[in-house]
């Protein structure tokens, strides 16, 4: 047997959009050798609220309950800080759910990333111009103090920078 | 158009007979990064990884290549995903993590393959999901499970200890202290949102460590809100007893709407409950229902950028259904903390003040000054019903050092 064929391959793609003034669309697909799924989520603005969930799951021997019940749970819930114990508590943590409680977090995490996207285009060009854009970055926003090996004490990062203060 | 994209791509092939070999590549709008893992078929050990980055934000995110080297010798298993959150994440960079994640799934399911081909060796009518079914039925193979239980990197909350049932009339109100704290000219001050180890295992601060602080510190009292776990009457008054020190129960749940602060509610409840049917309960209970540190992160992106104000934080629906609010956390931006301030002000909603300490040296930064002594559960909950009471940065007003923790302290259960 050919020791150069794939034993398991898999694409997950994730995308947001903004659908309006007042939401964002994220989606998440999986396919892999056994897997075809998809998982969408609309964000309210300026919240960050699920305001709607929707997907489909396919697998090859792995049997998932009606989605349409598990995610609806899901409006309500903000996309941010404590996320995703409640998407897993909400979704649910067997084996059979994992992969679905993940695509929903994948879609929120693209919702952050999105709106992160917004403020890393404004980072100058130069080093000396991009250190002072990431510590201001910090100084801004303190939780990202030690998140990272990039924002860990002794980063020029975050030289002088004192999270508790 | 698109505002942002990721893609990911894994694959695994069999390297040799014990081996395999993935490779992951993730690429998005803002990151760039690959990686390459050697993960034994027998047992999910992962043998070797290397990464690279392709393309980063920060001139330090290279720094982060090197913490790669400290997941060899893991075992793809439930636990994997917290190892590596908290290794490669917190320490590396979180989407070395997400790619590495991605890449175990991958292992995991390669090896179920793997495993199958060689059993159609000797068996070549042997079908993928026969074979699965036998492996099943011999018990659980290493790395069945995933993904795994955490994407950001919390271990999985322990079951909280089995919930004892107390009648009524032991519930509240019939304990005074040995030795009374008077409330001084101050008021009678309450640090309301406390989390003990082992109660709350995020917590490092045992509850003994936690209440000689308070009282080191000058607070009258603290209440002990560990995250969806029920104190039973007895060991609260022992700890009273003990220090002689007003102790009080609460809970801090989650519901879908966020964490909430919960007085007078005995049940036990597991899981994450629905704010609504939440606040029946607390109703029912005679309760009271705080929502705790509602802004917490809101303003990263929900303030400036998106254009979130007080007048439309006030309304988000789930300040229907509490009875205060808690505007000094110690575990918020004081921007978040001013923010919330403005709404509970906007919606005439009572304000309370809470550490959320989970380190001896947190308790107190933030309380809630009641102005009468406050000595049971019950006196705490018409005094929480009053809405006479503010909130105070009590470790700030009162000019109280923070004590250094001492090791034998941290962790002591």
Same mark, same amino acid.
């Given at each position: 047997?050919?020791?150069?064929?794939?034993?398991?391959?898999?694409?997950?793609?994730?995308?947001?959009?903004?659908?309006?003034?007042?939401?964002?669309?994220?989606?998440?697909?999986?396919?892999?050798?056994?897997?075809?799924?998809?998982?969408?989520?609309?964000?309210?603005?300026?919240?960050? !609220?699920?305001?709607?969930?929707?997907?489909?799951?396919?697998?090859?021997?792995?049997?998932?309950?009606?989605?349409?019940?598990?995610?609806?749970?899901?409006?309500?819930?903000?996309?941010?800080?404590?996320?995703?114990?409640?998407?897993?508590?909400?979704?649910? !943590? !067997?084996?059979?759910?994992?992969?679905?409680?993940?695509?929903?977090?994948?879609?929120?995490?693209?919702?952050?990333?999105?709106?992160?996207?917004?403020?890393?285009?404004?980072?100058?060009?130069?080093? !000396?111009?991009?250190?002072?854009?990431?510590?201001?970055?910090?100084?801004?926003?303190?939780?990202?103090?030690?998140?990272?090996?990039?924002?860990?004490?002794?980063?020029?990062?975050?030289?002088?920078?004192?999270?508790?203060? | 158009?698109?505002?942002?994209?990721?893609?990911?791509?894994?694959?695994?092939?069999?390297?040799?007979?014990?081996?395999?070999?993935?490779?992951?590549?993730?690429?998005?709008?803002?990151?760039?990064?690959?990686?390459?893992?050697?993960?034994?078929?027998?047992?999910?050990?992962?043998?070797?990884?290397?990464?690279?980055?392709?393309?980063?934000?920060?001139?330090?995110?290279?720094?982060?290549?090197?913490?790669?080297?400290?997941?060899?010798?893991?075992?793809?298993?439930?636990?994997?995903?917290?190892?590596?959150?908290?290794?490669?994440?917190?320490?590396?960079?979180?989407?070395?993590?997400?790619?590495?994640?991605?890449?175990?799934?991958?292992?995991?399911?390669?090896?179920?393959?793997?495993?199958?081909?060689?059993?159609?060796?000797?068996?070549?009518?042997?079908?993928?999901?026969?074979?699965?079914?036998?492996?099943?039925?011999?018990?659980?193979?290493?790395?069945?499970?995933?993904?795994?239980?955490?994407?950001?990197?919390?271990?999985?909350?322990? *079951?909280?200890?089995?919930?004892?049932?107390?009648?009524?009339?032991?519930?509240?109100?019939?304990?005074?202290?040995?030795?009374?704290?008077?409330?001084?000219?101050?008021?009678?001050?309450?640090?309301?949102?406390?989390?003990?180890?082992?109660?709350?295992?995020?917590?490092?601060?045992?509850?003994?460590?936690?209440?000689?602080?308070?009282?080191?510190?000058?607070?009258?009292?603290?209440?002990?809100?560990?995250?969806?776990?029920?104190?039973?009457?007895?060991?609260?008054?022992?700890?009273?007893?003990?220090?002689?020190?007003?102790?009080?129960?609460?809970?801090?749940?989650?519901?879908?709407?966020?964490?909430?602060?919960?007085?007078?509610?005995?049940?036990?409840?597991?899981?994450?409950?629905?704010?609504?049917?939440?606040?029946?309960?607390?109703?029912?209970?005679?309760?009271?229902?705080?929502?705790?540190?509602?802004?917490?992160?809101?303003?990263?992106?929900?303030?400036?950028?998106?254009?979130?104000?007080?007048?439309?934080?006030?309304?988000? *629906?789930?300040?229907?259904?509490?009875?205060?609010?808690?505007?000094?956390?110690?575990?918020?931006?004081?921007?978040?903390?001013?923010?919330?301030?403005?709404?509970?002000?906007?919606?005439?909603?009572?304000?309370?003040?809470?550490?959320?300490?989970?380190?001896?040296?947190?308790?107190?930064?933030?309380?809630?000054?009641?102005?009468?002594?406050?000595?049971?559960?019950?006196?705490?909950?018409?005094?929480?019903?009053?809405?006479?009471?503010?909130?105070?940065?009590?470790?700030?007003?009162?000019?109280?050092?923070?004590?250094?923790?001492?090791?034998?302290?941290?962790?002591?259960?």
């Amino acid at each position: 047997m050919s020791d150069n064929i794939l034993k398991f391959s898999m694409n997950r793609c994730l995308s947001v959009e903004r659908l309006d003034e007042d939401t964002l669309r994220s989606v998440c697909r999986l396919r892999d050798t056994f897997t075809s799924a998809s998982v969408e989520i609309l964000a309210g603005l300026p919240d960050l !609220e699920i305001i709607g969930a929707s997907g489909e799951f396919h697998h090859e021997w792995q049997k998932v309950p009606e989605l349409d019940d598990i995610l609806r749970k899901l409006p309500g819930v903000r996309i941010g800080a404590g996320m995703l114990k409640i998407i897993k508590g909400l979704v649910g !943590e !067997e084996d059979h759910l994992r992969q679905l409680t993940y695509m929903v977090e994948e879609c929120c995490q693209g919702v952050i990333l999105s709106l992160t996207k917004d403020i890393l285009v404004q980072a100058p060009v130069s080093e !000396e111009g991009k250190l002072e854009f990431f510590s201001k970055m910090v100084r801004d926003s303190i939780r990202l103090y030690n998140r990272c090996a990039a924002f860990a004490p002794g980063s020029r990062l975050v030289e002088g920078i004192d999270p508790n203060q | 158009m698109l505002k942002f994209a990721r893609n990911k791509v894994v694959s695994a092939a069999r390297k040799d007979r014990d081996t395999l070999s993935i490779h992951g590549i993730l690429d998005d709008d803002i990151y760039g990064l690959e990686v390459d893992l050697c993960v034994g078929i027998k047992d999910l050990q992962i043998l070797s990884i290397a990464g690279k980055w392709n393309r980063h934000t920060t001139p330090e995110c290279p720094s982060a290549i090197p913490y790669l080297q400290e997941v060899r010798g893991f075992h793809i298993d439930e636990e994997i995903g917290s190892k590596l959150n908290k290794i490669v994440g917190r320490k590396g960079c979180r989407h070395f993590a997400n790619i590495l994640n991605e890449c175990c799934y991958a292992a995991a399911e390669a090896a179920k393959v793997v495993r199958w081909e060689d059993a159609k060796a000797a068996r070549p009518d042997l079908s993928f999901e026969g074979f699965l079914k036998e492996e099943a039925a011999g018990g659980a193979q290493v790395g069945d499970s995933w993904p795994p239980s955490d994407q950001a990197g919390n271990a999985s909350p322990s *079951p909280p200890p089995p919930h004892v049932e107390v009648p009524r009339e032991e519930r509240h109100g019939s304990n005074p202290f040995p030795a009374r704290p008077e409330p001084s000219s101050n008021g009678f001050v309450i640090d309301l949102h406390v989390h003990t180890f082992p109660a709350s295992p995020c917590s490092s601060a045992s509850a003994d460590s936690l209440i000689e602080e308070a009282r080191r510190i000058g607070l009258n009292g603290i209440c002990l809100t560990d995250h969806n776990h029920v104190w039973t009457p007895e060991k609260v008054e022992e700890l009273r007893q003990r220090h002689g020190f007003p102790i009080f129960r609460g809970n801090e749940i989650t519901t879908d709407q966020g964490d909430m602060l919960v007085f007078g509610l005995e049940r036990d409840v597991r899981g994450i409950i629905k704010l609504q049917d939440l606040r029946r309960e607390v109703l029912a209970a005679g309760g009271f229902l705080i929502v705790a540190h509602p802004f917490r992160g809101f303003l990263t992106f929900s303030g400036e950028q998106l254009g979130l104000t007080p007048e439309k934080a006030a309304r988000r *629906p789930l300040f229907q259904f509490v009875d205060a609010v808690e505007v000094l956390n110690g575990k918020v931006t004081a921007k978040e903390n001013g923010f919330a301030s403005s709404v509970a002000a906007s919606l005439g909603l009572p304000a309370t003040g809470g550490s959320d300490a989970h380190e001896v040296s947190e308790v107190g930064t933030y309380a809630t000054r009641f102005f009468g002594e406050i000595r049971t559960e019950a006196e705490l909950m018409r005094a929480l019903k009053s809405k006479e009471y503010v909130p105070v940065a009590f470790r700030r007003e009162t000019g109280v050092p923070a004590r250094e923790n001492r090791p034998a302290e941290v962790q002591a259960s």
